[in-house]
């Protein structure tokens, strides 16, 4: 008996704070690599029409979209978010956490930037101004499509369509 085949591996956005450059970047690429992209978010979101690409709306709530994504990735999937904690938890399930500016999180880093996460929280909530993330630049938008591109390059034996 023959074991049975893993699931396509499939493409989760954290839709709440993902830029729509990037999005478009992941719509482009559902369509040319045939693979489902899922945005999850707590309010609506728009997307063009497409058998690959759609969205889940949550309930408004602390972390209902992160929780929603962990619950239904499977180890492969390729997580898009900006949120620390939500990698860190993707990682535990051996899915692939990037974000929006391409920076892949791993085991290895993962503890030093929930660390400074923290950090930086721990300043907020003092009354410390901590400004923002740097602008959007161009080379964030490569550095995604480039960490993208590999990803789809590694997984592209499952997304492959049979020849008729």
Not at 126 to 153: C, E, I, K, M, Y
Request: net charge neutral.
């Amino acid at each position: 008996m023959n074991a049975p085949e893993a699931a396509a591996p499939q493409i989760w956005v954290d839709g709440d704070a993902c830029p729509g450059v990037i999005k478009d970047i992941l719509f482009r690429a559902a369509e040319r690599a045939r693979i489902h992209v899922t945005l999850v978010a707590n309010h609506t979101l728009s997307r063009p029409p497409s058998r690959y690409i759609r969205a889940i709306t949550v309930r408004g709530g602390f972390d209902e979209a992160d929780n929603e994504i962990v619950e239904r990735m499977h180890a492969g999937d390729l997580v898009v978010t900006q949120d620390i904690p939500l990698a860190a938890r993707v990682i535990e399930k051996d899915g692939v956490a990037i974000n929006p500016r391409g920076e892949r999180y791993t085991p290895e880093n993962m503890a030093e930037r929930l660390s400074m996460r923290n950090f930086m929280e721990e300043l907020r909530g003092a009354g410390v101004r901590t400004g923002g993330p740097s602008a959007f630049h161009q080379r964030d938008r490569q550095a995604f499509a480039n960490q993208l591109d590999r990803w789809l390059a590694q997984h592209a034996k499952h997304t492959a369509q049979p020849s008729a």
